[in-house]
């Protein structure tokens, strides 16, 4: 069973719409973490956020936001009014401990893009 | 120079040839990764080294061998590869604790002719 699961495989947006990403994951661990990362063009993987499993404030970055729900094991990010500079395929992370290390699960992405 | 260095960015290879592709970071960090991302699934991890040790190993044929000679370096050495192992190969660096970040090399697009 996947431990990350992206459903939106494809998401088109005209600029300045508001535009939500939805992740939802499962694990049996009591403490893990959850990431975000942005992959555009170029390939490089670029880390946006982590948030561990005691931390159920939302967080808001710029134009940016993430919710964070324990009780529906969701760990969506919204982007609002957004640009053309944000077409790219975006990954949720578990992350679970593993001795003194963590084993990282990615979700399959979603691939954004924004229609100028 | 910072971050993670992935070099090159292209290749293009034969099936009977050897190639290696690297890897380079200079965060400090004292593990590494390699990932196969192929298009249209999901990401895959390969080789993981902690501290220049292998620690885990997918199944990964044995046509691709890691190689990972101290913690700033980690080489992918490719010999007699298939089609089916065109991808982007991305390398990845974190600190070897619970709830670190990776941080990503840009990877290399490989494409087997």
């Known amino acids: 069973a996947q431990k990350v699961t992206q459903a939106q495989t494809e998401i088109s947006v005209v600029e300045k719409e508001d535009v939500t990403l939805d992740c939802v994951y499962e694990t049996r661990d009591t403490t893990y973490y959850l990431f975000w990362y942005k992959q555009p063009p170029s390939g490089e993987l670029v880390f946006l956020i982590r948030?561990?499993?005691?931390?159920?404030q939302n967080e808001i970055s710029g134009r940016y936001s993430w919710n964070f729900q324990k009780s529906t094991s969701s760990f969506n990010f919204t982007i609002t009014a957004s640009q053309v500079v944000d077409s790219a395929v975006y990954f949720c992370a578990l992350s679970e401990p593993r001795g003194t290390g963590n084993q990282f699960y990615f979700g399959t992405g979603t691939s954004l893009t924004v229609i100028p | 120079e910072t971050g993670v260095t992935q070099t090159p960015r292209h290749l293009v290879m034969g099936m009977t040839n050897k190639k290696s592709l690297k890897c380079e970071q200079h965060?400090?960090?004292?593990?590494m990764y390699w990932y196969k991302q192929s298009a249209k699934k999901p990401l895959e991890l390969m080789f993981v080294y902690s501290l220049e040790e292998r620690v885990e190993n997918n199944s990964v044929p044995s046509r691709f061998s890691p190689e990972c000679p101290n913690s700033s370096h980690l080489f992918l050495h490719l010999h007699t590869l298939q089609p089916e192992d065109s991808a982007l190969y991305l390398c990845a660096s974190s600190q070897g604790r619970q709830g670190a970040r990776y941080t990503f090399g840009s990877g290399t697009r490989l494409t087997v002719v």
């Open positions: 965060l400090g960090h004292n593990a």
């Open positions: 948030r561990n499993s005691f931390d159920e």
